[in-house]
T-cell receptor, first 113, second 115 residues
Framework: KNQVEQSPQSLIILEGKNCTLQ??????????LRWYKQDTGRGPVSLTI?????NTKSNGRYTATLDADTKQSSLHITASQLSDSASYIC????????????FGTGTRLTVIP | GAVVSQHPSWVICKSGTSVKIECRSL??????MFWYRQFPKQSLMLMAT?????????EQGVEKDKFLINHASLTLSTLTVTSAHPEDSSFYIC???????????FGPGTRLTVT
């Protein structure tokens, strides 16, 4: 069964600290893995997309890693800011196109001053 | 580039009425549009996929007669919730993709409350 699991479900950190969110998947075949940021009451915004051959990809203070062998990914946020408070969703695709996305349930991150 | 808008951003309607939600790709041609529903503290659930000029493909368990989807142009798709009931209250999000693209660009979502 194709599944995407994320941990932790929620996380509270102090402003300025770093954090790492985890994503494990059983989706097969694998095409690419995406991380999205979703602010409350808004649509998801893409942070990174990684294909099978990519181990790491950065977008500003966000760095995603991918281990296709163990089917794990992580999203590392450096020097957190209050505006980083959001849900972070891991999404795995089975095809090269835009279809067939499998969504994780997300990690709710709260950054406090 | 790749901006997707939704209208309205929120709507309240009475039980039994119908509500139309619009999804527009503002700066690109969207050959495929997707409609999702998201309940509180849950992830997005795909409702249907529509290609321009074709009938939408609905996910299992989604009533096509209740959730009418029209993708009449390369920049506009609409979702009509017919005879809405309180259990239809949810956050509806659309996304759009280009031809042969891998990225889905999400709209800001529409909060529907049925009273």
């Amino acid at each position: 069964k194709n599944q995407v699991e994320q941990s932790p479900q929620s996380l509270i950190i102090l402003e300025g600290k770093n954090c790492t969110l985890q994503c494990n998947y059983t989706v097969s075949p694998f095409s690419n893995l995406r991380w999205y940021k979703q602010d409350t009451g808004r649509g998801p915004v893409s942070l990174t997309i990684m294909t099978f051959s990519e181990n790491t990809k950065s977008n500003g203070r966000y760095t995603a890693t991918l281990d296709a062998d163990t089917k794990q990914s992580s999203l590392h946020i450096t020097a957190s800011q209050l505006s980083d408070s959001a849900s972070y969703i891991c999404v795995v695709s089975t095809q090269t196109g835009a279809n067939n996305l499998f969504f994780g349930t997300g990690t709710r991150l709260t950054v406090i001053p | 580039g790749a901006v997707v808008s939704q209208h309205p951003s929120w709507v309240i309607c009475k039980s039994g009425t119908s509500v139309k939600i619009e999804c527009r790709s503002l700066d690109f041609q969207a050959t495929t549009m997707f409609w999702y529903r998201q309940f509180p503290k849950q992830s997005l659930m795909l409702m249907a996929t529509s290609n321009e000029g074709s009938k939408a493909t609905y996910e299992q368990g989604v009533e096509k007669d209740k959730f009418l989807i029209n993708h009449a142009s390369l920049t506009l798709s609409t979702l009509t919730v017919t005879s809405a009931h309180p259990e239809d209250s949810s956050f509806y999000i659309c996304s759009a993709s280009r031809r042969e693209g891998i990225e889905q660009y999400f709209g800001p979502g529409t909060r529907l409350t049925v009273t």
